[in-house]
């Protein structure tokens, strides 16, 4: 009993002793140094480029930059409840949010439109390139032969902490995925305690307390027809009812004889064997897409050059692929030697 008290006061002193070096990330302005141990991170808009463009720490030296074509005033980030999958941060450093999926539109002005899963690329909707602002792009599984023409933008620097080895673990780390449990040592803390709490009493009580986890609450962004409108609001999650998206809420509304909305007719859209049809995209609060439903390569269609042909043969280009529908891809023959 008496080792386990001695233990559990070492260690809360311990994390008194961390907390006292400060767990608030202070704004970093630009052109002032980021990255390494300073404990702050670059202000909304900015992103720390570090003085070595291959870092080989985390914690690389660097400065806040402006990235070319951002500018976080443009638009209001939207709450980040309601994510079926992972959180990213997008290239400029603007919003967190839900990260997109094959095919939905990406990018945009200071990437507005959001940023990918961080196994996809956003890619230009037509063409052999990564999408940078203002550009529109789709997000897409590039092969690792065609890598070479989409290259990844820059993420800014994020703050953090994970439990690592019993402690709370914080640090900086350059990445568009968010990689920490916690954004706070404070938060770190409270939660790793509450288990501390809980290890102390299981040892001499047949029925230790649980520790306080806070509830996750569901919510996603869904629409309900109130007077004639489309009200688009983040809601709690109700998994029996599928959530009602802005052209879905349009299209009751004119079921309904309401005449506040109409949307311009798309277009069937018939795309070559090599590309896919993207998804379209709508602004929330809005009924009519602001981006098209459109033909996108499918790069996953794409075949490498081939290393062997039988008979002695060569590989010869048929077709030189520029990311456009109809021709995305390199198309290589087998010929004999001579032909």
Known sequence: MVSSVLWISV??????RLAETGSEYALLHEGEKCGEYDQGRCESGLICVPDNPEPELFNAVGVCTRVPGCNCSEFQCLPRQG???RQ?????GCCTHCAKTKGQVCGGPSWRYGNCDPDLVCALVVG???ARPPQTGVCKVIPKHLKKHFPVPLCPVQNGCNVH???CDCYSDQSCDSPFSYSTYEEC????MAFLMYDFYANDMET?????????ECKEWSCEVQACECVCQYRKCVYRLAPLNEAACCDVLKESGCLNTSCPGTPTLACPADSFISEPHTEPGHCCP????MCTCDFQTCTPKPTYCPNRGLPRLLVKGNGHPGTCCDRYECVKEGD
């Open 83 to 85: 994510c079926r999958g």
């Open 290 to 293: 602001v981006v098209p439903a």
């Open 208 to 216: 230790p307390p649980k520790p306080e986890v806070p509830a996750y």
């Open 11 to 16: 260690a809360t002193l311990a994390f008194l």
């Open 88 to 92: 990213v941060i997008d290239p400029c």
């Open 165 to 167: 080895v019993g402690n």
């Open 128 to 130: 052999l390139d990564s």
């Open 189 to 192: 803390n409270k939660i790793l």
